[in-house]
Every structure is written in C-alpha cells, then in structure tokens.
C-alpha cells in the first residue's frame, strides 16, 4: 500500500510522534510511507527511516492557501498513485478531504483531541473511517458531531517498546526527582505542579522538579508566568525548565515520578504510557482519555484536575508507600505489554486501511419494515458470496438494527431514525452517504424518498425498481412486476451484477445470549425438553386491522391445541400488544405460555425454532418463523401472498372474494370476509396435517 499522512508540522508533540512512529513501521512491514507537512525538526528523523516528505504549508487556516494546497496535493496523489490519505489535523483534514476528489484514494482522519463542533472543524468526521485514540474522544465525536458510530475505529496510541525499556527504581527520599512533560500552555496544569511540588519539598527537602517542554510563540506570556510563580516560592534551585527534545525516553528515565496535570479533557496522553513502559509510576489528573490508560490505584494514580492539595497528598503516598507504588509500576508496565504497543497500533491501523481498500463498496437499501428486512437476507447472503473481499452496508432504520446485528454477510450498519428530523436527517443521510464513497447502491426499498436519496448521493451504479416517473434517479432501472415474489422481486436486480440466487432461504442470526436467554425462560416456566409447542400471533400492526383473524379465534384454537393435540400454546406480539394479557388471562383455563412483549427478535427465533408450527397474519411473525425453518401457517386477507409471502414452509389461509387483495386497512364492505370465513376447524385442520407430516 502507499500511505499519506498530513500533519500541520513535524515539530515535538505526540501527533508528530504518532505519524513518526506509523510511517516508520509501515516502512518496515514494505508498504511505501509518504508525509506531507510544513517542516519541522522532526523531518530528518522521517526520511532516515526511508520515508518520503514533501514540505508544503499545511498548517495554514486561510482559505484560499488551503485551496491551492488541495490541488497540489491531488496532483501528489495521482501522480504517486496514493491508496491512503491519513489526516491528522483540522487544516490537513480538509486539504486531505478535496484532494482526493475525483482519485481513487480513500481518506480518513484521526481524532486526537476535543474539537469544537464548529464548521471548521466538522472535517474531522468527514473521513470513510475516523480513528479515536480514546474512549472520550470517540463519545465526543459521537455526540457533538453526530458521527455514526460505525465509521469510527478506537486505536489507542502506541509506545515502541524498543525505545521504552523497563527498568524497576527504587526510590531514594535523598534523589527524588519529580517531572511534568509537555507544551508550557495554561491547559496543561504547570502550575498546579509547581504549587504541589512546594509541599512535597517540605517532607522531602532534596527533592528536584523538572519542568520538559516549550512555549509556542503565543504562550512566551505564560513561561514567564510560570517562572515567576516558581521563584515566589522559593523553588528556583529546585526546578528546572527544560526546553522540548527529542529525548523523552532518556529523561523519564531520570524521574522517581512523572505528573500530567492537565485541566481540560486530554485525548490520551502519549507521555503516561511512555512512562509506565520504563518503569515510573504516573499522577496525572482524571481528564478525557487519561481515564482509557489509568486504573487509580492499580496501575498509576488520578486526581482532581485544578487541585494542588490533591496532587501533594498523592504525590507524597506514592513517595512513601513503596510496596504499592512498586506493584503499580508492575502492572502498569504489564498493561501497556498487553494494550498500548506501537506493534498493536499499526496492526489495528492497517486492518483500518484494508477495511477501506475492500472493493466493491456497496450499499442496500432497506429501512423498513421489520418482516421487509428478514426478507432481503437471501439478497446479502448472495452478494457475500459473490464479492467476499468487498464491503456491504445496509441502511437500515434503527429500530430494526438488532436484526442484522450478528449477520456475516453486512460489514457496516447505517443506522437512521426515519421519523425525526424531517428534511434535516434526509440530508444528514446523504452526507454520510456520499463520504463513505460506495461504487454501487442496490435499492431494495424502492420508494420516493430512497430514489431521491440514490440520485443526489451520485452512486456510479444505482440499481432498483424505476417507478412513477422515477428512472432517472437510478442507472439500471427495472419495471416493477407485481407477480413477482418478494425475494424473487430481490434477485431480478441482482442480476444486473450477474448475481443469481439459487438459495431463496430466510436467515436470522440469534447470538448464543438470546440462544441461552429462551432456554433459562421455559425452564422457569417449567418447559421440558419432550413437550411441544405452537406458536400463536393474533396481532398486527395497528394501523392494519385488516389482518387481524380475530383474538377470539385465537383463543378457541388455543384450547383446541391443548385439550386434542395435548400441545403448550405460545402467544406472542410485542410490547404493544401487552394490553390483552388480562384477557388471555381471564379468559383461558389451559395451560399456555405468555410471550407477549418478553423477547426480543433473536429470542423470538429461537423460540419459535422450539416450536412445531406457528399460526400468524401478515406481519413480522410470519417471517421470523420462515427464517427459522418453522412451518407456518398464515392468513392472507388484504395483501396478496404471491407478493408477501415468505419462501419456506408456508401454508397460505384465505378465502376467495371478489374484493381480495384490497390492501385497505380497514374493510371497505365492513364483513372483512376473506379472514373471517376462515375457520377455527380449518387452522387446525392445518396444525395437523403439518404434524403428520
């Protein structure tokens, strides 16, 4: 592969480090390491270890440098042939971002700190994937910038442990020396430090501070504050302030204990795990992605941010608590072997570009509604099989999200809310539609609003069902024909990829939890293993009363499978169908098992697999109990089966009138004839016949 990473400069800071750090073993692993930056002292370290930099002015926020500096860089791009572009900061984000328009390349950022969620900044989340380096940081992106969660890769930083080796000290009470690293800025707590460092010179009068690092050109202010504040306290002999170097190894090496005193949300802090790898124990305040690293009192010590007395007190109990202050270097030195190695960072950032490069990229389409989704499983399981190094999508409405969530034949999940935000969210949709870059959109949703969404998205490849004036939004229309079953109506389009399915089987994807789930629940319930059962759906969605065959139908078919067939009847439905509990309650003197509103769909699944036969209308029951190989029965009123009916064992209940299919809610002749005149004697009749067999 060849990567590009863009960072502002290549100046000393944990970003430079990171980029360092990553060309090097990318290097090493044959892969060709490419570096765009505006210069810096850590430019001879890159190109030492094999890595080719272009010094350009990327650390510039006008508008017009960040244009030109896009085109440059575009040319890099086609003329190197780049496959990754990496950027690390706002201003290289969004140089990153319009220079791979119109290339192959894929981008993608790293998140290293709390960006305000401003225009300029919303470029972070702009990336076909989004590295977070922290816990905190990952939720901040999430919540302030309305990231979807499953473009985001959590990778903590990484320490090279060559470089770090580990060392156990002793600490000595007439050599102490105690360190703070990093820019000298308001932000980072020096001056906590140094008002701590007072009091524990009290108890331990030999102890020496060094205060690591350097002061940007708009900061000179505050260095000299800090100055100040330590010559006020008589510390003038006793700390030092060193200027940033390259040597950070070297100096924490020197130190009994380092201090981070931040008091804003850190992103991670490179320099605390830089430090437990050589053996020195870390106080460093509970801010942000610290919390990712540090156990308090397990492998290092938080605190308060902003409180000097905090950080005395704790200081002098790692000072003077030797035994513990040993087993938590121990343990630290043991977590950063097992969570925070270069070698693991760059595995983890590699499976990220990889993830990138699959081909093709391809989303579906499929919102709603929950048996809708069951049935385009056939679909995704075909096109795995035909592209199995190429990355599939769904967008899927996230009410529906639990179904596919175990699927192996979906990459990623694009969950929306469909009925929130009006003509916001559509847009917020095609955004992240059109970041992600997929090479083909298969739209098995086939309404307005999803044509709408595939046209504007600008998809190479747009293949769906033209209909109502509405070819232009797709590249391969296909007139609808209503005959047609619904996962054959599926498998007409996938012929435009030369996929043809031979497999038309429903599939669901229980976790083993939900598996374990309904076994614990009919032990409970007094279930064995011998006893058999049927499945009963009297409900449907509200809005479809046409459905419906009737609770009271229910009810009697009940007792007829428990007093003939000598079978548990199982009602279920969903949490808004628990309003009948009392009547099945009041009303049936059998026994029977009440589901209604206590599973979720994989608990569902597996229930229904326990069972002989399921009897439900038209609705999401109907298929789950295909998918999990349940013969069903089904009322089929006002829809027409040839268009709806699941494959599998399916046996269709419905009586011929001339007003069939009418796809009405609610009865337009007030007899509702085609599910009433089905009997209670021919369900069952029907239970039978499907037990013989």
């Keep these: 592969m060849k990567i590009l990473q863009i960072v502002p400069e290549m100046k000393m800071g944990g970003v430079e480090t990171g980029t360092l750090d990553l060309a090097k073993a990318l290097v090493e692993r044959g892969h060709q390491a490419f570096v765009i930056s505006a210069g810096g002292p850590m430019v001879s370290d890159l190109e030492r270890r094999g890595v080719w930099h272009l010094e350009l002015p990327v650390c510039r926020k006008s508008p017009g440098t960040i244009l030109r500096m896009s ?24 140089i990153g971002f319009l220079a791979v328009r119109g290339t192959k390349a894929r981008f993608l950022t790293t998140a ?21 380096i922290s816990e905190s940081i990952q939720e901040h992106l999430i919540q302030n910038f309305h990231v979807f969660p499953d473009r985001i890769r959590l990778i903590h930083r990484g320490v090279d442990l060559k470089n770090f080796s580990y060392r156990e000290k002793l600490i000595h009470p007439h050599s102490l020396r105690i360190g703070i690293l990093g820019r000298l800025t308001p932000l980072k707590g020096h001056e906590y430090f140094i008002k701590a460092f007072q009091k524990v010179r009290a108890v331990f009068p030999d102890a020496k501070g060094m205060v690591v690092g350097s ?37 924490l090496k020197t130190l009994d204990v380092l201090v981070l005193a931040t008091t804003t949300p850190e992103g991670f802090g490179r320099v605390i795990i830089e430090a437990q790898a050589v053996g020195v124990p870390v106080v460093a305040t509970a801010v942000g992605g610290v919390v990712d690293v540090i156990e308090h009192g397990r492998n290092g010590w938080l605190v308060t941010p902003g409180d000097s007395e905090s950080l005395a007190r704790t200081l002098l109990s790692v000072l003077q608590d030797s035994p513990l ?43 709603s509604a929950l048996g809708d989704i069951i049935l385009v499983s056939p679909s995704l399981r075909a096109l795995r099989s035909a592209y199995p190094q190429g990355e599939i999508s769904l967008l899927i409405d996230e009410a529906y999200g639990e179904i596919v969530q175990n699927s192996p034949y979906v990459d990623q999940k694009i969950l929306i809310r469909r009925k929130k935000g009006g003509f916001r969210n559509f847009f917020r949709w095609l955004h992240e539609i059109r970041i992600r870059k997929f090479d083909v959109l298969i739209d098995f949703q086939n309404s307005e609003k999803s044509h709408l969404l ?35 109506s ?18 669901m994807w229980p976790s083993r939890p939900e598996e374990a789930s309904v076994e614990k629940s009919l032990e409970r319930q007094g ?8 499945a009963l759906f009297p409900f449907s969605n509200a809005r479809w009363q046409t459905k419906q065959w009737g609770l009271n139908h229910f009810i009697t078919l009940a007792e007829c499978v428990s007093e003939k067939l000598k079978m548990i009847p199982v009602f279920i439905g969903g949490k808004e ?14 026994r029977y098992l009440d589901w209604i509103g206590e599973a979720n769909m994989g608990e569902l699944s597996e229930l229904l697999k326990r069972c002989c036969v399921l009897v439900s209308g038209d609705s999401a029951p109907l298929h789950v109990g295909a998918a999990s190989g349940t013969p069903v029965i089904a009322f089929f009123g006002p829809t027409d089966p040839r268009r709806h009916a699941p494959p599998g064992r399916v046996k269709i209940l419905t009586q011929a009138v001339p007003c069939a299919p009418c796809y009405s809610p609610t009865c337009r002749i007030k007899t509702h004839d085609c599910l009433e005149e089905v009997t209670v004697e021919q369900v069952f009749n029907a239970i039978q016949e499907i037990l013989k067999r």
């Excluded at 290293?112 to 977070?132: L, N, Q, T």
């Excluded at 599926?490 to 599939?507: T, V």
């Excluded at 309650?585 to 059998?590: T, V």
């Design 71 to 94: 085109r440059r860089v575009r040319k890099f791009i086609r003329d190197e042939k780049i496959d990754i572009v990496h950027a690390r900061s706002r201003v290289p984000a969004w």
């Design 112 to 132: 290293h700190g709390y960006y305000r969620p401003h225009c300029f900044s919303r470029v972070m989340g702009w990336g076909e994937r989004i590295i977070a």
């Design 215 to 251: 002061a940007p050109p708009s900061k000179k202010s505050h260095e000299e504050f800090l100055i100040r504040l330590r010559d006020e306290l008589g510390l003038k002999e006793a700390i030092e302030f060193i200027s940033g170097t390259s040597q950070v190894a070297e100096i």
């Design 325 to 367: 202050t040993l087993k938590n270097i121990r343990e630290a030195r043991r977590r950063v072997e097992e969570r925070f190695t270069l070698d693991l960072m760059v595995e983890k950032t590699l499976e990220v570009y990889q993830e990138l490069l699959k081909s093709p990229k391809i989303l579906v389409i499929k919102w």
């Design 454 to 488: 595939g046209w504007l998205s600008q998809i190479p490849k747009r293949i769906g069902y033209g209909r109502r004036g509405r070819n232009f939004c797709l590249t391969h229309p296909l007139r609808y024909q209503p005959e047609s079953g619904p996962v054959e």
């Design 490 to 507: 599926q498998n007409r389009l996938l012929k435009f990829l030369n996929i043809s399915m031979n497999d038309f089987h429903l599939e």
């Design 527 to 534: 279930v064995s293993s011998r006893e058999k059962m049927v």
């Design 577 to 590: 169908d628990a309003l009948f509990k009392p009547i099945l309650k009041d009303r049936l003197k059998i």
